[in-house]
């Protein structure tokens, strides 16, 4: 999808350009003295306003100096490296916790985290890039990346949250919920680019 289209102020100064030289010649000092970073911050507002969790979205983005000049496609792989880390430090928690105490609940985490980390979220990054990715050659693939991040990550969150049961409540719920939000986020964000 066309990124500009989230540019809507931008777009409207060009439409008006093609009527004459001398709109041409304000739109050109415009251009110069509009900085930039005007649309860019407006990017970044209306891809959160597109995802249900806005206030998550604008606070895991705006402070990644990467984003003042991303895409739409930079801001999903920018909100992708924020649910590795929630994902990541889950997955230490859990881990911590299983050194304490082996339960097999708190296991079928551990298994359904290490794949999300090790395996899942590397092949989302593949889908939103097209490059030698692990010895082969992955094509940009945005519709492939919002499948994975529902099928291999949101499920796999509820998954781990489930295996407790009713009425047991996870040791690391605060960070399994983190992590669950951070891929809500991003899903809606590459669906954008879909
Ligand atoms: C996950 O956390 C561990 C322990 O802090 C760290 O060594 C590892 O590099 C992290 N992995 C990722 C993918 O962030």
Redesign the pocket.
Known sequence: MNESIFQPFCLAKMKIVSISMPLLTIFIIQIVLLPISHCRADLIDQTCKQTPNYNLCVSSLKPNPRSSAANVKGLATIMVEVL??KA?DTL?EIWAQLLRQEDPAVRNCYDHYGYM?AAFIPEIYGDLTSRGFGGRFVRYNPAQAERRLHDDIIRRVDHCRHGFGKGRRSPFAKEIKATREAAVVAAAIVRILI
């Open positions: 590795t880390s990541n230490n980390v």
